[in-house]
């Protein structure tokens, strides 16, 4: 990968009345990267991208976009880039190739290449069989896929992707993303947002964890797992976990955290060696019987959690 910056947000700011939408971000994408912003709803991850893009106006702040001033070249910084929305912005009347094809009319791509752009990228997307049914018609995961295709139809150099996978179901989102590692294979430098912490683990090579406008961290998922890496995990699978076992295991010391889900109880702790014994006690003294035994490294999900103090379960809702 190459090391130019393609992308540069010095400082910027976003408030709406009181609201502080984005809160004097900074930030660099280099080319040919897939660059997330992860966080919860109302972080400030849907206002960066307009920013970015000219649908907004910073409050403060500078970008520059492929080497153009969002503010001063708003009309380079569109020929550069490509915009998935959260919502489709295509025509629900018009059929999947009639789209493209006159997405490729918005673009400036001229008249006798329209066609031939369009049927390429309806291949590539895989969209073929569904070329010529209206938009309306297709499933979510197509009209996701038709949406991407018409994003790239100028051929951009940066794509942004605005919770590309939110909505759809397990099957059509895997394969989003692997349209997505194609895409980034083909050197198209890609900016998601996503309030999916596996997504951001799987697709980015750097993510930007924004909390309430603020980016607390940025850096690669594995960096970001190895600055919790003194937290350790000892997972314990139970045959049954009674109310007066959970009390008792949250009022030991040594532990940081619980998680309890079904049958099994993960205790995050920096001194596994001196609390296992003490935990294995306490829960034969209880009766319980111990099916399982683990000691786990840091998920993105931990470091997620132990970094922002939020609770993962808040990712989860749509
Ligand atoms: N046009 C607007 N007018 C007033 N407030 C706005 C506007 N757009 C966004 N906000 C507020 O700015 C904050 C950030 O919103 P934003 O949509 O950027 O968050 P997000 O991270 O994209 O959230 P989500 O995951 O729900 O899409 C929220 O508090 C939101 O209510
Ligand atoms: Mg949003």
Request: charged share 30%.
């Amino acid at each position: 990968m190459k090391n130019d910056n393609v992308i540069g947000v010095n400082d910027l700011t976003k408030s709406y009345g009181l609201t502080l939408a984005v809160d004097h971000i900074s930030f660099d994408v280099k080319e040919g990267e897939v660059f997330g912003f992860l966080g919860p709803n109302g972080a400030g991850k849907t206002t960066t991208i307009r920013m970015m893009v000219g649908l907004t106006q910073p409050s403060s702040g500078t970008a520059l976009v492929d080497g153009h001033d969002i503010l001063k070249e708003p009309v380079e910084v569109k020929k550069t880039i490509g915009l998935v929305p959260e919502t489709s912005n295509l025509y629900s009347e018009l059929t999947a190739l009639d789209n493209l094809i006159y997405q490729s009319e918005l673009y400036g791509v001229p008249r006798k290449e329209r066609k031939n752009q369009a049927i390429q990228l309806i291949e590539e997307f895989g969209l073929k069989e569904h070329q010529d049914k209206p938009f309306q018609k297709l499933s979510r995961g197509l009209k996701r896929r038709l949406t991407i295709a018409a994003a790239l139809i100028h051929h951009p150099k940066i794509l942004f992707l605005d919770e590309p996978t939110t909505g759809l179901d397990v099957m059509s989102a895997r394969g989003l993303r692997k349209l997505i590692l194609d895409s980034k294979k083909k050197g198209l430098t890609i900016f998601l947002t996503t309030h999916y912490i596996p997504e951001a683990e799987s697709l980015c090579d750097r993510i930007a964890i924004i909390v309430k406008g603020k980016i607390r961290i940025i850096d690669t998922p594995e960096n970001i797992k190895s600055q919790v890496k003194e937290v350790e995990i000892l997972e314990v699978g139970l045959d049954r976990i009674t109310e007066d076992l959970k009390k008792k295991l949250l009022f030991m010391e040594g532990i940081e955290k619980i998680l309890i889900a079904e049958n099994r109880i993960r205790f995050q702790t920096k001194s596994i060696d001196q609390v296992t014994p003490h935990i294995i006690k306490l829960i034969e003294e209880q009766g319980a019987k111990i099916q399982s035994i683990n000691t786990l490294s840091p998920s993105l999900e931990d470091a997620f959690v132990t970094l922002t103090g939020l609770d993962s379960e808040l990712m989860k809702i749509d």
